[in-house]
């Protein structure tokens, strides 16, 4: 295995986005599950809308639009104590389960491991740090620096250049099909963790890898 | 008013496609309008993805690929056959059914008419001849000349471009309220269909005019 560095996917992938759903259900009875899922869509389809049309905006914008628009569209009364809750919630999400071993087992193997996030460094920087995770990664590397969220080359183009390897020698791990698809296309060794046991993307290209968790991330340096 | 033309959306604008509910519902009973309303979310999400990332594929093939991946999603088998039935509904979509009254109205008024559509020339050319609507129209533009889809500037350039008018001088009909929006972005004069009542993006930028059907664009111009 010619992999020399591992860059993650933040949202989904170390961080649980879909705990979001109680924070909304607190607030909204009956409405937590379905306005986390839909946030998460629109927000995602806002990145990808205002990266084609070149108006970017910072993910924290864009997280907060969706989450207006979503509530709008639900017809639930976001007043600005809930929603000032709501994008607080974002800066604490939890790590899945397994994230924090796994990151330490890595570094146990010393292999440099890095972020690469759609978010903008003060809203990414801070839920690394609330999660206690700055101490496993050598970057924390954020799109904001080009200002075109992934899939863009341009944002995937900005981990070759910051950790100086070649996009084959970096693993890319994501929990968005799309994202390691994209990641695919780029030209990085690319790892799906297919948490909600989703059929692959019909878009032509696979990943190298696949899992269930981010443990059999870990399990391949442990084979080879 | 300083409209010279008008250029129209085709997918969900002129033609309806939630009609395929049905058509859906006549082979997958229960799932007909879930499946066509992840059919077309998810082939519109493939547009976008391939658009950021480069790999461009005709809008057939993008639909049909969509189509796909939600069967998969939602555990239907999807046979050649039912493939096939699905697919080639897409080329006989109906119009909505004011589309064809008030196309005539506008080629009363002597306005130059076009469409702006993902659709490659083949299926865009079948569902307009399908609906008889093909004398209605001066020029059908397809983004398939420069391989990206809406909302990508290039593929907006191409009505200027083929019009020879600036895009302020182009009302831009759409009832897709993010193409609305992009074509708000590149400078079109625009009008938002908004058929389903659904609220605006929060993409901070607002069509010119709104309505809730093609008549509406009609008495902007029984107005003026």
Known sequence: MTVKAIVFDAYGTLFDIYSLAANAEALFPTY????????????IDYTRLRTLSGHYKPFWDVTNDA???????????????????????????PGFS?????????????????????GNPTMLNAV?????????????????????????????????????LSPK???????????????????????WINRAHAPFEELGITPHYQGSSLRDVLALFQQS
């Not at 989450?67 to 017809?75: I, M, R, T, Y």
């Open 128 to 164: 690394v740090q609330a999660a206690g995770y700055e101490k496993h990664f050598q970057h924390l590397i954020s799109v904001d620096s080009v200002q075109k969220f992934k899939t863009a080359p341009e944002a995937y183009q900005l981990v070759p250049d910051v950790l100086g």
């Open 32 to 43: 937590g599950k379905q306005l986390a899922e839909k946030w998460r869509d629109k927000q």
């Open 169 to 191: 020698e970096i693993l890319f791990v994501s929990s968005n099909c799309w994202d390691a698809c994209g990641a695919s296309w780029f030209g990085f060794t690319t790892f």
């Open 98 to 118: 397994e994230s924090s071993n796994v990151l330490q087992a890595l570094n146990e193997k010393s292999i440099p491991l890095a972020i690469l996030s759609n």
């Open 67 to 93: 989450l207006v628009f979503v509530c709008k569209q639900l017809k639930l009364n976001l007043n600005d104590d809930d929603e000032n809750t709501l994008m607080q919630a974002y800066l604490r999400l």
